[in-house]
């Protein structure tokens, strides 16, 4: 079982079939059982642009105001979710395409007013994402959700990638991103963590800035909620994703 985080900075912009998706599509097609989820970060900041909208990080993460979140749905659950289920289908394989707010999957709450509408994980059920595989679908997650009282909300997708793989008991989550991994004095590529233990991601976490914070968070929540191990890595070429996949590049969070 893995769980695959596909970033934002790694999805193609134009029609060809990106040779990532080409890749996964193999592994599933091989009898390889694989979830989705996906980011859009490039796609959101395009159409943000596009509309006048400003928008701004705190902590790593997208403030996200009423105005934005209409774009950022539309964007992620829409744009994004709809090529890679389409892409998908055309390589093969029988694919499904769902937000995480649908079924019971996953229940957010706002926490942080400071952020507006992002939400962090309040509950999980995996109940939908196991009755897919019954069925041969591979899921394609977009980090969309919804709070209780049925309230729209963002979610980082490496949150959620992490916390479905943590729930699945995955062998490992996969974070494809655009950094080599997490780097012990960002943004120093020579600090690059080829291997390194949950415990002591978590007491150097503290230190991480920007983007780095999240994925380092979601690699903890991953491994604490059950999944085997997390590698994070640069996902921006197929060759990388090959080597990712065999072990050997990226950095590996393991128990």
Known sequence: ?????YGGHAISEDLKIDPALKFLADLIKSGEEIVIVHGGGPQINRELEIHGIRS???KGLRKTTPEVFEVVQRTLSGEVLRKLVNQLVGLGVNTIGISAGDANLIRGEVRDLELGLVGE???IDISIIN???????????SPICVTEDGI?????????????GGALKAEVVMFSTDVSGIYRNWPDEASLINSISVDELVSIASGFEGGMLPK????INAIHSGAKSVRIFDGRT????????SGEIGTLVIA
């Open 216 to 219: 380092a968070n979601a690699a």
């Open 1 to 5: 079982m893995i769980v695959f985080k």
């Open 238 to 245: 197929i060759a990388n994703l090959t080597a990712a996949h």
């Open 56 to 58: 701004e990080m705190v």
């Open 121 to 123: 994980i309040s509950k």
């Open 152 to 164: 729209g909300i963002n979610m980082n997708a490496d949150l959620v990638a992490g916390a479905i």
């Open 131 to 141: 009755t897919f595989f019954e069925q041969g679908l591979t899921p394609v997650i």
